[in-house]
């Protein structure tokens, strides 16, 4: 998890320079239906880019979350499979209101 804080941090840091912002980070409850909805929501967008393969969501295992603007940003840690083998992935979701979801990175994270 370590990983995902620093990336968080870096990508709110750079944010909120941009817009001259104080940062506001905070840990997700990754047992919320929201916070599920849009980590969901970052496989399925994954899969409409991607040509090979294609996720299955499996659970949240983490995430934090930030303020920007008007826009609230999403770092999350899904364990997602590929239908032979689970792995985890770094996803970052941007929502701009009303509802309005993004995703702007997905990637595997080493194991």
Not at 4 to 19: N, R
Not at 101 to 111: D, S, V
Request: proline share 4%; glycine share 4%.
């Amino acid at each position: 998890m370590r990983f995902q804080s620093l990336f968080l941090i870096l990508v709110v840091l750079f944010a909120s320079a941009a817009t001259n912002q104080a940062l506001n980070i905070r840990d997700l409850n990754i047992s919320d239906p929201y916070v599920i909805d849009i980590a969901k929501f970052a496989v399925t967008e994954h899969n409409k880019q991607v040509t090979e393969g294609k996720l299955k969501f499996e659970k949240l295992v983490g995430g934090l979350s930030s303020d920007v603007d008007d826009e609230t940003h999403y770092i999350f840690n899904i364990s997602a499979n590929n239908g032979s083998t689970s792995n985890r992935y770094l996803s970052y979701v941007g929502e701009k209101p009303p509802n309005h979801f993004y995703l702007a990175l997905f990637e595997i994270l080493p194991k």
